[in-house]
């Protein structure tokens, strides 16, 4: 499985960004879908997840009502809409699959692509 990430740039706070994930191979409808990110000198922290067969969602608390991660199933793509954006977003934005719901809620997923930079200017 590979995961490439895109998306990312410079944005001034309260704009908007859509990062884009291109996932390889056939994903299976257990698969979980999901967007982490990593400070500098943070630990990688969960963002957004989605289950790919039945499209729930859930979102770190900080998120909530700003951010909107979707899939599209045909062309094996998922999205975080990023509204509202803070400052304290400023990160690189990986994308990531598991089977585990628990170990992507925790940004601990068994796949994990190479991330997008997110920088939001005050």
């Known amino acids: 499985v ?3 990430a895109s998306g990312g740039g410079l944005v001034q706070a309260g704009g908007s960004l ?7 191979g056939r994903i299976y409808s ?7 990110r990593q400070a500098p000198g943070k ?4 963002v957004a997840a989605i289950r790919w067969g039945v499209g729930s969602t859930y979102y770190k608390d900080s998120v909530k009502g700003r951010f909107t991660i979707s899939r599209d199933k ?3 793509m998922v999205y975080l809409q990023m509204d509202s954006l ?7 934005y990986y ?6 719901w628990g170990k992507v809620v925790s940004a601990k997923a068994d796949y994990q692509g190479q991330g997008t ?3 939001v200017s005050s």
Not at 86 to 92: L, R
Not at 95 to 100: E, F, I, M, N, R
């Open 74 to 76: 045909a062309e094996n």
């Open 117 to 119: 930079l997110v920088t």
């Open 18 to 24: 859509r990062l884009s994930c291109a996932a390889s």
């Open 43 to 46: 630990d990688r922290e969960f």
């Open 95 to 100: 994308c990531a699959k598991d089977t585990d």
């Open 30 to 36: 257990s698969a979980v879908m999901g967007w982490f």
């Open 2 to 4: 590979q995961l490439q």
């Open 86 to 92: 803070k400052p304290e977003d400023t990160s690189i």
